[in-house]
């Protein structure tokens, strides 16, 4: 009688211990875990879906599609064995709004070359109050924006050049050399930029002096306003 007791005690025993064992394994939620990395799937389709780059260095330079010219002689297009500078920029943008400054200088120092701010990528649906802020920003930086400004109010531009060229930050400049062919994309403070302005312009397009050997205070030479 007693091993009847022992059996039953140990045949009841087995499936709690089992059930124990069982409480202490970690909840099967761990799968939904691996279900996090789902983003890298998503991500890959976005890459996928992302336009192919059609634009790059060698190619002819798309037209120019300007809205407005807020500063400057008007450019229609590129003209045979001129340079020409297209740098994509916004009021918004701080790296931008810094490099105003470096842009004035290489169109002092090389004046046959064409420099092209374009405001094609400004915030906000109202494209006149757009082109407001773009006039009242260059009017407020006067003579330290040395060089033509214009205006894309719906990016067709930018798309042109910007998105062909696979490039999605500003600034972003393109050169454009005698050919009417891109010399250069990026970023217009690499030294790339300036080495390849120097380059296709030449010694015949610089001014007499350097700018580093006026004296100190010298005011800077105003823009043409043509």
Request: glycine share 8%; net charge positive.
């Amino acid at each position: 009688m007693k091993r009847v007791v022992v059996a039953s005690i140990l045949s009841l025993a087995f499936p709690v211990a089992a059930l124990a064992q069982n409480a202490t394994k970690p909840a099967e939620p761990s799968k939904p875990k691996q279900v996090q990395p789902a983003g890298k799937p998503d991500t890959k389709q976005k890459e996928a879906e992302k336009p192919a780059v059609t634009l790059k260095v060698g190619d002819k330079a798309p037209e120019l599609k300007i809205d407005a010219w807020v500063k400057g002689e008007q450019i229609t297009g590129f003209e045979k064995g001129k340079v020409y500078v297209v740098e994509f920029w916004a009021t918004w943008c701080g790296p931008c709004i810094k490099n105003i400054p470096h842009l004035t200088e290489l169109q002092k120092e090389y004046k046959d070359v064409a420099f092209i701010g374009v405001a094609a990528s400004e915030r906000g649906d109202d494209a006149k109050a757009k082109q407001d802020k773009v006039e009242k920003f260059v009017k407020e930086k006067g003579d330290e924006m040395g060089y033509r400004v214009a205006f894309d109010s719906d990016r067709e531009m930018s798309k042109d050049w910007m998105q062909a060229a696979g490039q999605g930050g500003i600034p972003c400049a393109f050169i454009v050399d005698g050919e009417g062919k891109v010399a250069f994309i990026g970023h217009p403070a690499k030294d790339e930029f300036a080495a390849k302005i120097a380059e296709l312009a030449g010694g015949d397009t610089k001014k007499d002096k350097p700018h580093t050997e006026k004296p100190a205070g010298t005011k800077p030479e105003k823009p043409s306003k043509k």
